[in-house]
């Protein structure tokens, strides 16, 4: 293996090009005892436009991550860049020394400082002995800014500019990274984009593919990972298809078709857990949805019967996310919800409300929204039962340890120890105690925020169970999830939405895992297919 | 099943090392009093020592109380001395100047405490300003109060009744202020640990979104810590005024730091992690024994500080290092 610390600049072969300036084979990875990354390969030629597609959990991100240095693979995985093999787990702040820049999903800048100041955060290289002249940063970001097109003050806080311009600096800032880098000395680097997209309008897309495209004449190679097939055949020179933590597909976009990309993208996998569909549900209405709108969601009717498990999905930034924090009034929003004979006015809801009307809320982050990890399995479990558990004098802890107790053997947490700190527990048990405690309330309606993220495979399993269980016993669930295959094994239907609105509802037969995915990426690319036409004729 | 059964013996050590660290704060303050005891058995060990230890501190005591209920529930109570001297100045200004009866005039502290109190939560909560921001200026301002109706003056002359009851007064020998604060940390112990409100103040302390969305009123709950905190600092203001008949418009202020100092030693003992009734009075008491005891020894005034600062981080390190440095979360 070479030296890592010399940059080797001359091992490059300039008079073959297209070359590959970047190299990963043999990627393996693992959290834990699951392997997340099987055996990748993955080539990044001169002054290319790579996408990188995939679904949900199917590797993506944590490849982007073992190129940036956050995640170490296992031995034997190899990284070469510039034709120089790299020492792993590659080091950060080298990486991007050598000329590798990543844009994040979410862009990484602070909102309440000036566009000049999130510019230069990164910019340690430059030696500044008379400190920092505004007039000069000032009038070389906007240079930079104006060879690619755009007009962004540098003065303007960031949080005044519109999202795609957002993206337009982190973008750039990104570029400026790289031309300080060794290899942007001599006109070339790898940028890479980690779904800069999903928040962003069909023609803002356009505008920042203009950008990416002027960024490649430069001489810079692009990855970019995203979720949308449109985007990827307009801008891409190659793609490449993950699944299930393997590359299955290197395709040149050029000779490709959507509908190829697509059966490469949902592949076929076998689920594990099926719900039983025939039983017989209780009839009748227990919870309806009228007119619910708030955040991206721009109007979303539904009806559910006691017993029956809807799922609400679609692409990142669609709107169904918002649907079980409107109902449970922890977002304001605006539409009705009847719990059995009770209708509630949303626009007024709170969550105290929500709860005293039998309605149950598992929300997705785990850490900050869920349960408190400093305090005990205890502490968490019975959180909402307290009333039930006080004596002549007060609470009493003997009795909201046999709780827990009794939660712990009910959803096989382990270890089974009600007095340790919950945050010591993993996610997937964690998850069993705080579902446990909102089952335990008996809801009505049962809403649920991606439900077993993070959480490993058997712990979701026994998750599963215990929504079965529930169901059974008549509570109306509502699942919002990205985790197609999740939401296929419990659902008894699902909503699939689109640009704020639901497009599409699959049930019975037609409600598998490939089902829902293409739903969301059909529907995904005649939007862009329309936008597209639109923008052609005008 | 069995594969995660937990072995009973690492669980037994487990536990008495969690013993050890409730009461390592009430061991460190009996090998304090040893110390002092063997040093000078004929002056620290009299039970007149002790009686003026645990009478004088009284107010520390009710002070560090109140700022512990909003400190539970994630918000800082700078606010909490200045209402204390302000209070004091109240009662003396009323009593003697204005010829309140004295009940009217404890009455009218412990309700301007708790005014004082909800005014910070509006400006906390309405406009959503950090709770140090807004008890600071808020507590600047009283000062400024106080200094204005006492045109800067000491007042003396407080009825005698009030003086009466809070020192004079004695039960087992001890000046019946000691009482009030054990009352007090008694009270709030029951609350905290035995009813709905004091749960639901702990879990908007260590995750505010987390109480939210399992149905908590959580600005509510900010809102009566504020009150209550500014009720009891209203209090420590009256037991102030009865421990010497007077007040003065500055010398109170000082009593903030060491409040906070005693709710984060307390913090360390019984509940270990937490902020706690019962800790704070050890840790009020281990404080007071130090600084006794080291004053008979000949030591000169600026030792008070010395300790203080002192044993508060040495206290809290040590706490930590059982903990295995684990990052700290009150809040």
């Keep these: 293996m070479t030296d890592p610390n010399v940059v080797t600049l001359a091992n490059r072969n300039p008079g073959e090009a297209p070359a590959d300036v970047l190299r990963m084979s043999g990627v393996r990875m693992k959290f834990g005892p699951v392997e997340v990354l099987k055996d990748v390969s993955l080539t990044l030629r001169r002054g290319e436009i790579l996408g990188l597609l995939g679904q949900n959990g199917s590797g993506k991100s944590t490849l982007i991550k073992v190129l940036a240095g956050f995640n170490s693979p296992e031995p ?62 000032r009038a070389r970001m906007k240079a930079l800014f104006q060879e690619f097109g755009l007009d962004i003050d540098p003065m303007q806080t960031v949080d005044t500019l519109a999202p795609v311009e957002r993206a337009y600096v982190a973008i750039v800032r990104a570029v400026d990274e790289l031309r300080r880098s060794d290899a942007g000395r001599a006109g ?52 490449a298809v993950m699944r299930d933590g393997r590359l299955v597909s290197m395709m040149t976009t050029a000779d490709t078709t959507r509908q190829e990309i697509l059966d490469t993208i949902v592949g076929h996998a076998v689920s594990l857990y099926e719900r039983d569909r025939s039983g017989s549900r209780a009839e009748g209405t227990a919870v309806t949805i009228k007119d619910l709108s708030g955040g991206r969601l ?82 968490n479990a019975t959180f909402l039962a307290l009333s039930r558990l006080r004596g002549l004098l007060g609470l009493s802890h003997g009795a909201a340890t046999r709780a827990t107790e009794s939660l712990i053997e009910e959803h096989d947490v382990r270890p089974p120890r009600a007095g340790v700190p919950l945050g010591t527990l993993s996610g997937g048990n964690q998850q069993k105690v705080l579902i446990g405690k909102w089952l335990a309330e008996d809801p009505m309606l049962l809403l649920l925020d991606e439900p077993t993220q993070g959480v490993d495979f058997g712990a979701r399993q026994k998750i599963f169970e215990a929504l079965d269980g529930a169901a059974a016993r008549g509570t109306a669930i509502l699942c919002a999830s990205t985790d197609y295959e999740q939401l296929a094994q419990i659902c008894d239907r699902v909503f699939v939405f689109h640009r704020g609105r639901p497009v599409a509802e699959l049930s019975g037969a037609a409600l598998t895992k490939d089902a829902i995915a293409r739903a969301c990426f059909h529907e995904a690319s005649d939007e862009a297919e329309t936008a597209t036409r639109k923008e052609m004729t005008t | 099943m069995s594969a995660t059964d937990t072995p009973s013996r690492p669980l037994a050590s487990l536990d008495i090392k969690k013993e050890v660290e409730r009461y390592a704060l009430v061991l460190g303050w009996i090998f304090l ?39 539970t529930s994630g918000d800082f109570d700078l606010s909490a001395a200045s209402i204390l001297v302000f209070g004091s100045m109240f009662l003396a200004v009323s009593n003697v100047q204005w010829g309140w009866p004295v009940g009217l005039s404890v009455v009218a502290v412990v309700l301007i405490g708790l005014i004082a109190g909800l005014v910070n939560a509006f400006f906390v909560l309405f406009f959503r300003i950090h709770s140090l921001i807004v008890t600071l200026g808020i507590g600047t301002f009283l000062n400024g109060m106080t200094l204005w109706i006492s045109n800067s003056r000491t007042v003396s002359g407080v009825s005698m009744e009030l003086v009466e009851i809070v020192v004079i007064q004695r039960l087992f020998g001890v000046p019946l202020a000691f009482y009030y604060g054990l009352l007090v940390a008694l009270v ?27 149905g908590v009123p959580v600005e509510r709950v900010r809102a009566i810590a504020f009150g209550i905190s500014g009720g009891l600092s209203g209090l420590a203001g009256v037991l102030y005024a009865g421990m010497t008949g007077s007040a003065d418009p500055t010398s109170g202020l000082q009593l903030l730091l060491p409040a906070f100092a005693a709710a984060f030693l307390g913090a360390t003992a019984i509940y270990p992690g937490r902020f706690n009734p019962i800790g704070t009075l050890v840790g009020v008491y281990f404080l007071i024994t130090g600084i006794t005891g ?34 700290q979360h009150f809040a």
């Design chain 1, 76 to 137: 034997g995985s190899k990284v070469r860049l510039w034709g120089e093999e790299l020492k792993l787990p590659l080091d950060p702040g080298r990486i991007r020394n050598m000329g590798v820049a990543f844009v994040h999903q979410h862009l990484a800048l602070v909102p309440s400082l000036s566009v000049a100041d999130n510019m230069l955060v990164s910019d340690d290289q430059k030696v500044r002995p008379w400190g920092i002249s505004w007039r000069a940063e």
């Design chain 1, 188 to 239: 070339e680097g790898i940028l890479v984009l980690d779904e800069p997209t999903p928040f962003l309008s069909a023609e803002d897309v356009d505008r920042l593919f203009t950008l990416l495209r002027r960024i490649k004449k430069t001489g810079a190679s692009v990855i970019i990972v995203t979720h949308d097939i449109d985007e990827v055949l307009s801008i891409t020179d190659r793609v």
């Design chain 1, 298 to 379: 721009e109007g979303f009717d539904a009806t559910l019967r006691a017993g029956e498990v809807v799922g609400v999905t679609g692409l990142i930034g669609s709107g169904f996310a918002e649907v079980p924090y409107l109902v449970f009034g922890a977002d304001r929003g605006q539409g009705s919800l009847t719990v059995g004979d009770k209708t509630v006015d949303l626009s007024r809801m709170t969550p105290g409300m929500a709860c005293a009307a039998k309605i149950s809320f598992m929300p997705g982050d785990r850490i900050h929204q869920a349960g408190i990890g400093t305090l005990s399995v205890s502490e």
């Design chain 2, 33 to 71: 009093i040893a110390i002092f005891g063997l040093l000078l058995p004929d002056t620290f060990l009299t039970w007149r020592t002790f009686s003026s230890m645990l009478g004088s501190q009284a107010v520390l005591v009710v002070l560090a109380l109140g700022i512990l209920i909003p400190l």
């Design chain 2, 188 to 214: 709030m112990w029951y609350m905290l640990e035995f009813t709905i409100s004091g749960r639901k103040l702990l879990f908007v302390g260590r995750g505010r979104e987390v109480a939210r969305l399992n």
């Design chain 2, 294 to 327: 080291l004053t008979m020894l000949g030591a000169d005034a600026y030792v008070q500080s010395l300790f203080y600062g002192g044993a508060l981080v040495v206290a809290v390190s040590l706490s930590q290092l059982v903990r295995q440095r684990q990052p």
